[in-house]
Every structure is written in C-alpha cells, then in structure tokens.
C-alpha cells in the first residue's frame, strides 16, 4: 500500500477538483461572487497539486546512480513539500487578497442560486473524493487516529489528500455560509467575510503540511515502536546486544538501518557473516521497509571491564 502512495485517492480527488474547479469559473463569471472565485482558485490549486503528487510518485521510481546511490524516494517528500507552499500561495493567500478586497469594494452578487447549486453540487463531489482518501489510509492508519496518522506518516501523499479534502469541504461550506448570508441580507459583505475564512482556513493546512512534509524531506527516524522491533530482532541469535543504532527513511517504503552490533567473542569470519546475514532477514521479516541495512561487527568491550 506504501510503495502505491493510495493513487487511488489522488486520482479521484484529480478528476473531482478539476471539474469543480470548471464548475466554480463558470459561477463566478455568472454570480461575481468572491467565495466562488476563491474556492474556483483553490480547486484548481488542488488539481495542480493532485498531478504534482502523481509526478512525485513517478520520478521516485528512478533507479538508483552514481550521484543519488540511494534512488529517488525523496521525490514524493519533495513534490509534497511543493504542494503544501502551493496551497499556501495560490489557495490561502489569494483567497484572504479576494475577501479584504470584497470589503474595500461591496458589489451585490447575480444570479445568486447558481453559485449555490454550484456549491451543493461540489459538495457532493469532494465528500466522495474525501470518503476515497479515507478508505485508502485506513489500509494503513492501523489503530493510531487520524492526528497521529497525519503527523507519523511516512506516505505523504495521503496525509496531503486527506488534509486538501477537508479542507475543500470545510471550505465550501464557508462559500456556501457567505453567498447564503448575502442572499438573505442582501448583503454582500458576507461573501467576502466566507471569502476570508476560506483564506484563513487553507492557511492553516498548508502550514501543518509544510511542517510535516518539510520534517520527511530533512529525513526522519524509524518510529520509537518500530525501533524497538528492529532493535530485539537484531539482539538474537549470536549477537549480544545493539551498541547504537541510526535509522532513516529515505523514501515513503525504504528504510535505511546503520547500527553497531556485539557478537559473541571467538566467532571465525565465517561465523560473523553469518550472524550478520540471519540480523538482518530477522529485521526484513518483521520490518520489510528495512531494504538497506548495514551492520559493523564488535566485540561487548563493557563486559569485558565490568
């Protein structure tokens, strides 16, 4: 599920945001409304995205080279990491400069109850990419909730999808809230007001996905439950004990382990590259993200002065 980094999900949150995105053009240049201008800009800010996360998932294939040994993982860290500043810029940004703008310049909306069917009918669409988001991770949330998925996650692609879906409903409504309230009143500082919250909303995501994307692209560890099943299946066999240890992910589904390992004393080289061997196929069976692993053979020197 890992190396497919839930495709699934992205395409369908791809095909649904581009033709909300058509449809909310179309709203605006029929209605004026400056909640359906933001939420236009946005889809298309998160059609952009989808196809970025898919070109991330694609170069990560690259084999490995001579300059980047260890392959091309990063890339969807990278493309995700870009993704996360797009939202920010082109959705958050653009949506808060629309809405003060609105409140600068009231101009009363036309042709209200298409922007509304218009959003009604998004809705619809971005609740079934949402739903598809969410059944993807389920496959591997595991029992950690939604929170600890989002910021333990080595996949980056669905922690992103799942953020922009919410984010994209929560959205709508706020459009949905604000052209409402200007039909109602008859006035159209409430568009901008929705507008506004939009803005403020969508900036809030991009910053936990830059943090998070931008912690994955630095490099993160193996979590502390995973470690330590890395670390009793390294100390059995003919191997005392793990003297330290480092992990890294460098790629959503490929884990890298360097650790300094005790063997027993008065083993021959034979002995030794086998105790090494049966280490690490006892780490890939329980941890199959551990693709790289290298172990430096040593001698219990604490024993020995104890």
Known sequence: MSAGGGTRAIIAALVANAGIALAKFVGFLITGSSSMLAEAVHSVADTSNQGLLLLGQKTSQRKATLNHPFGFGRDRYFYSFVVALLLFSLGSVFAL???????????PLSSPWVAVGILVVAIGLETYSFRTAIVESKLIKGDATWWQFIRQSKVPE??????????????LVLALFGVGLSMITGDPVWDAVGTIC??????????ILIVEMK?????EGAAPAELDVIVDEL??????????IRTQYIGPDELLVAAKIALNPGLTVAEVAEAIDSAEQRVRNKVPAARLIYLEPDLDRSLATS
């Open 158 to 171: 669905l922690p992103v999808v799942l953020l922009e879906d919410l984010g994209a409903l929560v959205g």
């Open 215 to 219: 912690s994955l692209l630095i490099g």
């Open 97 to 107: 400069y629309e809405g003060i703008h609105k409140l600068e310049a009231h101009e």
């Open 198 to 207: 939009i803005g403020v909303l969508l900036g809030v995501i991009a910053i």
């Open 235 to 244: 100390a059995a066999g003919k191997v005392q004990r793990v003297i330290h």
